[in-house]
């Protein structure tokens, strides 16, 4: 929750958004308060306080809390906390590794369990189906997003389904021209808003053609898409900040190849071993020739 505070936060009305800053910094006191005492100790309307709470995909404040108090159970405040180590230097000035490698796993690790605790099962199920009878699959994305859209192609590939993965923005825009209903894309966007994805899932949309979406939710990419699995991460672009939602997106990539290879059942299976085997053969050709 807190999570996709941050993530709705620029999206939402001004008088919408003192309540989320007010939440993100003092979610302990917001817990115990009801809705008219929060409404007055931030200084909006109850009808505000009940707007904030479906604009985060809650069915009323009691829901909110609830969330929310999940949140800080499990441990989530890490989102606010930055990866300085003011205080925490050697004394030659450097950064102690054992500090860094700390801050870096706890953090990407509860992003890891934050995904994973608010990922609808049947957004995956709903997915996989797709996938698994589409003809053809494209991957696009851009910059890191692009990186993680040729990371899941490469496991996709190998089930002996059609794929390609294109990272320029000029290609994909046209590839998807091409499509036809029965193929599928995968666009893989950490912000959901950047132009080129849109265009071209719009243009895969027109053609028929089914998307899935690697995104945040409550973007114009997750709207567009025929089902969105959403990672809605306060990721920080500055160099003290870890691209915690590339690993996340990552880690849906894995959920969706292996969902499809387990529809495909024994038939993969045997593919797979054939492709096992012929790898092992050119290995062990090639070791001979040097």
């Known amino acids: 929750m807190l999570a996709r505070i941050a993530a709705v936060r620029d999206q939402i009305r001004p008088s919408e958004r003192k309540l989320a800053d ?4 003092h979610p302990g006191d917001v817990i115990n308060l009801s809705m008219a ?10 009808p505000t306080v009940a707007r904030f709470c479906s604009a985060l995909g809650c069915r009323g404040f009691r829901e909110f809390k609830i969330k929310l108090a999940q949140d800080i159970a499990g441990g989530m405040p890490f989102l606010h906390q930055d990866l300085s180590v003011d205080g925490e230097l050697n004394a030659d000035g450097g950064v102690p590794g054992a500090v860094l490698a700390g801050k ?3 953090r990407t690790i509860a992003t890891l ?3 994973r605790n608010n990922l609808p099962a049947d957004a995956v199920d709903r997915a996989a189906d797709v996938l698994a009878t589409s003809r053809r699959i494209e991957f696009y994305g851009s910059g890191n997003s692009g990186t993680v859209a040729e990371d899941i192609q490469r496991k996709f590939f190998r089930l002996g389904i059609p794929t390609v ?6 290609i994909y825009f046209a590839s998807a021209l091409t499509l036809t209903q029965g193929d599928a894309v995968v666009a893989v966007s950490s912000t959901g808003r950047t132009r080129d994805i849109l265009d071209a899932v719009q243009n895969a949309r027109k053609a028929g053609a089914d998307v899935i979406a690697l995104t945040r939710s409550g973007t114009p990419l997750a ?4 089902v969105s699995l959403v990672a809605d991460i306060a990721d920080d ?5 870890p691209m915690t939602v590339r690993i996340a997106h990552l880690v849906l990539g894995d959920i969706l190849s292996i969902a499809v290879a387990l529809r495909m059942g024994d038939t993969l299976q045997e593919r797979l071993k054939r ?11 090639k070791a001979t020739e040097r």
């Open 22 to 25: 007010y939440a993100m910094a």
């Open 37 to 46: 005492e929060l409404a007055e100790r931030v200084g909006v309307s109850e």
């Open 104 to 106: 870096l796993f706890d």
């Open 113 to 115: 369990m934050q995904v």
């Open 165 to 170: 993965a294109y990272t320029d923005s000029h």
């Open 223 to 226: 709207e567009m898409a025929t």
């Open 237 to 241: 672009f500055d160099i003290h900040s």
């Open 275 to 285: 492709h096992d085997r012929a790898v092992d053969a050119h290995v062990s050709e």
